[in-house]
Each structure stands twice: as C-alpha cells, then as structure tokens.
C-alpha cells in the first residue's frame, strides 16, 4: 500500500482518504499488467474498453517515440500536422460514407459535449431555438462531464446527486430492458409530444456500457433512426466503448449500416496509450452548425493521433474478426453454462465482451483480491463481473479469466 496514493490522491468513483487500496503497478507487457509485489495479472478489462492490443506493443511504442523525436504537441489553432490529418482521414474513410467533418477532443465526455453542442448549435442556426433538449436510452453511459452526465441513466446512482442542477432530458424505454417493440413505442411516443423541443437523439449502439453492461437488438437501431429522422431529431451514436471491434463488427452501427448524424469515438482509438476522442459529422451538420465555440488545449494532440493512427494501422491488418470471434466462443462455452447457477441473473456475451449478472452487490475488494490470487485483472461494479480482454489474448489466458469468474461465484 503506498500511503501518499491512499492518503491523497482520488481514483475513479472513490473517496480520498481511498477505502480499497489501489494496487501499485511497477509495468504492463501483452495482456499481463505486473504489480510492484510481483504478482502478474492478465488484464480482463483492457484497462477500461481501451488496451485492445494489450501493454507495450512495439508498433505502437514506435509511433509515440518517432513522433515524440519530431513535437509532441503544438496548439491546434491555427496549426496543424500529419498525424491529424492522416488520423481524420482515416476516421472518415472507416465511418459511414455521410460522416465527413471530424472535431478531436482530449476525452471521450468531451466528444460527447461536443457532440451535444453540435446538434443544438445546428437548431439554433435554423431558428429552432425551442429544440434544446436531448431523448436516450435508459441505461446508458455517456461520460461524466455535465451535458454527458445529463443523459446518463437517471436511476442508477452514478450522478443521481446532481439531479437537480442538471438539464431535464427525456429518458425512454431500452431495448436491452423491454421487448424492442415497447421500447420503440415509447420513443415514438415521446416524439410525438416532445419533438418540437428536442434537438437530438444519443445512444450508445447494440451495447450499454457502464450504465449496466446490456445488449440488445441492434434493428433498434433502425427503427429508433426512422422515427429520429420523420420527427427532425438529429441521431447521434457514442461509440466510445464499442468501436473498434468490441463487438465483433468494427463499429457496433455496422450491425444494421446506420448512418449516425454525428458519432461518437473514444477509448480504443489510441489502442489505450493516451487519451484522444473524436465526434464526427455530417457535411450538412457542420454547415448548420457553423462555427464552433470548442476548443480543448490539447485538441488533435500529436502523440495522441500518431498512436491512434498506429493502432488502426495494426488493428485493421491483424484478422481482428477472427481473434474477437475467437473470444466470443470462449466466453459461449465457458460463462453460458453460469445461466442456471442459482447465485447469477443473467449471462450477456457479445463479441469479446461477457458479462455476468449476479444476485447479489459484489464486494469489490473480496472478489478483486480472490482474482488476482487467480492471476485475473477484473473491475467488477454493483452486481455485474464482466470481462471486455485484449483482442490479442490466447485462448489458455481467457479461459484464466473465464476460471476465475467460476470460482469467484463459486465462492460468493
Ligand atoms: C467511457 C465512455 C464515455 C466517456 O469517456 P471518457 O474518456 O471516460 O470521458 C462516454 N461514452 C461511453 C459510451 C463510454 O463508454
């Protein structure tokens, strides 16, 4: 236990002084994560969705130190440079052919402001001054900044404190919940007396993530895009857990070919090494919109766009469908059976993400240390113990993770 950490630094959704103990890390390599006592722990969460080729890959070392030796960060205004434009361009090509106009930020919650202020920008310009509100998907997850937190899942406890400080959006039925038709009926529903004030539409597509880890239909997504489109709702889609193969299709929108408004990217862009988002529109949006009043200091930062341009380059030439298919059996095989023990709700698998849904709040401390003495990095929240792992772990690695999953139950 280091106690300056302890005493006085805050981690992610915890106290200062810490009640868990964070776990000192002295390197990680592959998808092995090497404590400072010496234990090794294989990394089932892709440090947050976003290690998709596991720790100090030499592709991806090279373009952090190559573009280091050249600058490792000039302002964007009014500047410019190769990693960012090869990075734009890539983005566009790999995106629905009618996502044109990229904007960089420095982090996923601020992809999603930009994203919001967007679409009411875009109003705005048309006069439509009335639509200032946004509809999502109860459920959902969409960062911890103030507009993102405004269309968080309401419920769920995350940012219930502010509930009175943040803007009232409209939250309706998830097709990871209800029956997709009911949950389809709800938004129309909601369209139908509402649209005239609402600007926008943003959902996390096929899975939700840390609102509660569900999947659902991906046709929603059509659908919910038809109404959004008859009722001049912009639809906006965050991708920032899911793109970049985690679910088994490069971006989870390809399920149905949906042409967003404007997307969302994040997390896996930079293949996990430094922190860079992306929102990406359309021609016609980034015309309404005009200009726009959002500019992150460190925007487009070189280092941040050369590894993401890295990582694409090595994600896109390894046979990523393969290796996440690959992962999706394991985790049929080996957490599908877990449906009948009597301690667990639910198992949801979808590409190389599992989830079990247990009966019961985990005690993230017990269960986290049982898993490490399993050799398993694992973050398990409220009643959920999930695993998303590098798309380049072996096969004898995850079924260490799947293992550790059975006997952590086993032993609840
Ligand atoms: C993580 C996440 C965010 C926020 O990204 P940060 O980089 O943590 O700010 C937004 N949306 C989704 C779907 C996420 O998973």
Redesign the pocket.
Known sequence: MNTVDQQHIWHPYAKVPNEINAHLVSSASGVYINLDNGQQVIDGMSS??SAIHGYNHPNLNKAVVDQLGKMSHVMFGGLTHDPAIQLAQTLVELTPENLTKVFFTD??????EAALKMALQYWHNKSQINKHKFVTLRG??????FG?MSVCDPDNGMHHLFAGVLPKHYFVKSPSMVAMDEALDDLEATLNAHSDTIAAMIL?PVVQ??GGMRIYNPQYLTKAKALCDKHQVLFIL?????GFGRTGELFALEYVDVEPDIL?L??ALTGGYM?L?ATITTDEISQGVGTLMHGPTFMANPLACSVANASIELLLNSPWQDNIADIETVLNIELSSLRLHDKVVDVRILGAIGVVELTQEINVEKVQNQLIEHGVWLRPYGKLLYTMPPFSISKQELLLITKAIKTVIEEL
């Open positions: 947050w969705w982090s996923g919650s601020v992809a999603v959902g997850y969409h960062g911890d900044t993102a996390e993530g840390a965050d991708e920032i857990a899911t969302c994040g997390k922190t988002a």
